[in-house]
């Protein structure tokens, strides 16, 4: 009898080791088929169109002083990729929509493009080149379609120059899309505008087929600005009054309710779980009403606060995005003025690396860590002579601010209230500084003056530029444009005089 019970118990004990070996399969074949959580990465992008341009290599240390591990370029800057050699910094490249026509029609353009902006640094102790953004918000709608028909080209003949060099499949090809692509008056019912069904399906079946996420630039600011009757707290995450309720969904705040708009859109494409990664977000500091360090702080800090929570979205509970790019890194006063003056202050930093106010990243340093050893110019500004007659200074303004960055005296700027005769310094001294303080650039045909007694007011600062060994003159810029243009041409086998 004992031996039978014995036998018994051995069965049982045999059974429970099977059922709990079951179960561990199961959970391991659960964790292998789940959707994986992944923490979302703070990055920023780092655009270079300044007046007052600061070293590269004072730019990456910066980034590694603020242990920002990922950054978003506008383009392949030669400089900034030098300098990013060894930083272990993940890297996007961009291609301007302009240069889009020329690879969508050209297999040996889109190889060179890649020899020369991306396999040249792929090396050991070189450039993490993980993304190439092709074009950057083609399918705007201001641009009435003008480089639609040349981005899926583009992406297929540089997909194949990727192949040839063997990196397809470590190196993404993007689109980075502005959310005017898609719309809805409630989250869940979001779709691409009719005009874009057709390439966005295209689009997301490459992305999708390639390892790709969707890239998305999300500006509640522009909606705030674009509209009166948008409601100013729903821009922020600190809790509304105007929440929007679409069936069980409650949404507080309009990152969320676009983020959602766009899950909606894809999965009407059936691609209702491709990652997605916010390749612009941010909020002004300068330059209109509402664009201000209070709010930029508020908004930034909350943006990060929430996506960091990896609490998702009521479409994607528990899935934030894959990586968030903050606009931007620094301030960028060459910037064009055209969608308003703000766009040339969205900087986290100055043009000069100081840190506007203080923002924690959640990547370890609870403050912003400025740049450091940046060479300034003399400290000495210029400023209207108060013992002259100014009444024939206008053409002097116009003169001072079409080559220097004067956004900060326009209505909701922080210079905004410095009155007539500091205007015209700002202006003078704006000028002052771009032309490398030399002597002549402070003249205004005698109007001007040179202090050695900073006239900033309250919140209105009166810059020093930066040394000629830190800066780029925007010159220096156009030359750098004018040369990827020229290479473009010759690809072409086209000739170029130079009269």
């Known amino acids: 009898m004992n031996e039978a019970l014995g036998f018994g118990l051995s069965k049982l004990k045999l059974r429970d080791k099977m059922v709990e070996a079951r179960l561990v399969c199961l959970i391991v074949m659960w964790c292998l088929t789940a959707p994986r959580v992944a923490e979302a990465a703070i990055g920023v992008n780092w655009g270079i169109l300044s007046f007052h341009r600061l070293k590269p290599s004072t730019v990456v240390d910066l980034l590694k002083d603020n242990k920002i591990s990922k950054v978003k370029l506008f383009d392949a800057d030669p400089d900034s990729l030098e300098a990013l050699m060894g930083s272990g910094i993940q890297v996007m490249v961009g291609i301007s929509n302009d240069m889009l026509p020329f690879l969508s029609s050209s297999a040996d353009a889109c190889d060179l493009w890649v020899r020369r902006n991306v396999s040249r640094y792929v090396v050991k102790n070189g450039v993490d080149i993980r993304y190439v953004a092709v074009g950057n918000e083609p399918f705007l709608t201001s641009y009435s379609g003008q480089y639609q028909p040349y981005v899926m080209p583009a992406l297929l003949n540089l997909q194949q120059s990727l192949?040839?060099?063997?990196?397809?499949?470590?190196?993404?090809?993007?689109?980075?899309?502005?959310?005017?692509?898609?719309?809805?008056?409630?989250?869940?019912?979001?779709?691409?505008?009719?005009?874009?069904?057709?390439?966005?399906?295209?689009?997301v079946s490459f992305l999708n087929s390639n390892g790709s996420p969707f890239v998305v630039n999300i500006y509640p600011f522009l909606s705030l600005y674009g509209s009166s009757d948008f409601p100013q707290e729903y821009a922020f995450f600190e809790g509304t009054s105007h929440s929007v309720t679409d069936g069980s969904a409650v949404y507080n705040n309009a990152?969320?309710?676009?983020?959602?708009?766009?899950?909606?859109?894809?999965?009407?494409?059936?691609?209702?779980?491709?990652?997605?990664?916010?390749?612009?977000?941010?909020?002004?500091?300068?330059?209109?009403?509402?664009?201000?360090?209070?709010?930029?702080?508020?908004?930034?800090?909350?943006?990060?606060?929430?996506?960091?929570?990896?609490?998702?979205?009521?479409?994607?509970?528990?899935?934030?995005?894959?990586?968030?790019?903050?606009?931007?890194?620094?301030?960028?006063g060459a910037k064009s003025t055209l969608p308003g003056t703000f766009e040339r202050h969205w900087g986290i930093f100055s043009f000069d690396g100081q840190a506007k106010y203080p923002l924690n990243l959640g990547l370890g340093s609870r403050q912003l860590i400025n740049a450091k050893s940046v060479e300034y110019l003399p400290s000495r500004w210029c400023v209207a002579d108060p013992a002259r007659d100014l009444s024939a200074v206008e053409s002097h303004m116009k003169l001072a601010c079409s080559v220097a960055d004067c956004t900060t005296l326009g209505y909701g700027g922080s210079c905004n209230g410095i009155g007539a005769k500091g205007n015209i310094s700002y202006a003078f001294n704006s000028y002052y500084q771009v032309q490398m303080q030399k002597e002549q650039s402070c003249d205004f045909d005698g109007l001007g003056m040179v202090t050695f007694l900073d006239p900033s007011m309250g919140e209105c600062r009166f810059l020093v530029g930066i040394t000629a060994s830190s800066a780029t003159s925007f010159s220096q810029l156009q030359h750098s444009s004018a040369i990827v243009w020229i290479w473009i041409l010759i690809s072409w086998r086209v000739w170029i005089c130079v009269i």
């Open 163 to 203: 192949a040839k060099v063997n990196l397809a499949s470590y190196v993404k090809l993007v689109v980075p899309c502005n959310a005017d692509a898609y719309e809805a008056a409630l989250p869940s019912q979001g779709a691409f505008r009719p005009e874009l069904t057709e390439i966005m399906t295209q689009l």
């Open 255 to 332: 990152f969320d309710g676009n983020f959602d708009t766009l899950v909606a859109a894809l999965s009407k494409l059936g691609y209702g779980q491709m990652p997605i990664v916010i390749g612009e977000v941010g909020w002004p500091t300068d330059g209109a009403i509402s664009a201000n360090l209070t709010a930029a702080k508020t908004f930034n800090q909350g943006l990060i606060k929430n996506v960091l929570s990896n609490k998702g979205t009521p479409l994607r509970p528990g899935v934030p995005p894959m990586d968030v790019y903050l606009f931007g890194l620094l301030d960028e």
